[in-house]
C-alpha cells in the first residue's frame, strides 16, 4: 500500500492506483477536465516527498508542451508508490466550473 499526504492528512492507497483517482476517492475535490488523459493540466500536483523520478510519456510530452516540465506533475498519470506527499493547487470547489471533469479510467492509457 502507498501513502499519500495532502492537506496534512495521509491515506493509504493501494500500489499502482492512479494518483488522481487516489486523491478524488478520499473525498479531495481535484479537478480532472480532460478525464485523465494528460491533455489539460488541470489535476497537476507538486510534492514535497516521493515524486517519481520516471515519467509516463504523456505527461513528459505535454509539461514538454507547454513549458512546465520541473515544475509540477500530471496526477492522472502517476500510480501511487511509496509514501507520497503532494500539494493539489486546482480544487472544483474553487474553480467556478460546473463539473471537476469525467471519472478518469482506473488504467493509466498507454
Not at 495532502?6 to 492507497?13: I, L, M, N, Q, Y
Not at 515519467?55 to 514538454?64: C, F, I
Not at 512546465?68 to 508508490?81: D, F, K, N, T, V
Amino acid at each position: 500500500m502507498a501513502s499519500i499526504t495532502v492537506d496534512g492528512k495521509t491515506f493509504e492507497a493501494p500500489d499502482g492506483k492512479r494518483l488522481i483517482l487516489a486523491l478524488i476517492d478520499e473525498g479531495i475535490d481535484m479537478l480532472h477536465r480532460c478525464g485523465g488523459n494528460a491533455r489539460c493540466t488541470t489535476c497537476r500536483v507538486t510534492f514535497s516527498e516521493g515524486e517519481p523520478e520516471s515519467y509516463h510519456p504523456r505527461e513528459q510530452a505535454k509539461l514538454e508542451s507547454n513549458g512546465a516540465m520541473g515544475q509540477y506533475r500530471l496526477s492522472c498519470h502517476i500510480p501511487c508508490e511509496g509514501h507520497m506527499a503532494v500539494e493539489a493547487p486546482n480544487r472544483f470547489s474553487t474553480s467556478g466550473l460546473s463539473d471537476p471533469g469525467p471519472r478518469p479510467d482506473d488504467e493509466i492509457p498507454a
